[in-house]
């Protein structure tokens, strides 16, 4: 198939990676998480959302142009 041969397809799956190893080092640590200020805990979810953000753009991205649907395979 096409799409494996895309370096979208590859920038995608390593975004996927980084966002799984960090909830597994957000759960982790949660404690110390707990403690910070209001204002870092603040930036701590924008910065996820960003990056959940980003990962779904490219989900939309690879679906629009490739017709790659993860969900129907």
Known sequence: MYI???PSF???I???LFLFVAFILLFKHYSQLE???P???I??????????GVHGL???GLEKIYGY?????
């Open 69 to 73: 649907n993860p969900l129907n395979i």
């Open 4 to 6: 494996y041969k895309t």
């Open 58 to 60: 490219s989900h939309l």
């Open 10 to 12: 590859y920038a995608h």
């Open 14 to 16: 390593i975004n996927g």
């Open 43 to 52: 930036t701590v979810v924008l910065i996820f959302s960003i990056c959940i």
């Open 39 to 41: 204002y870092k805990k």
């Open 35 to 37: 403690k910070l200020e």
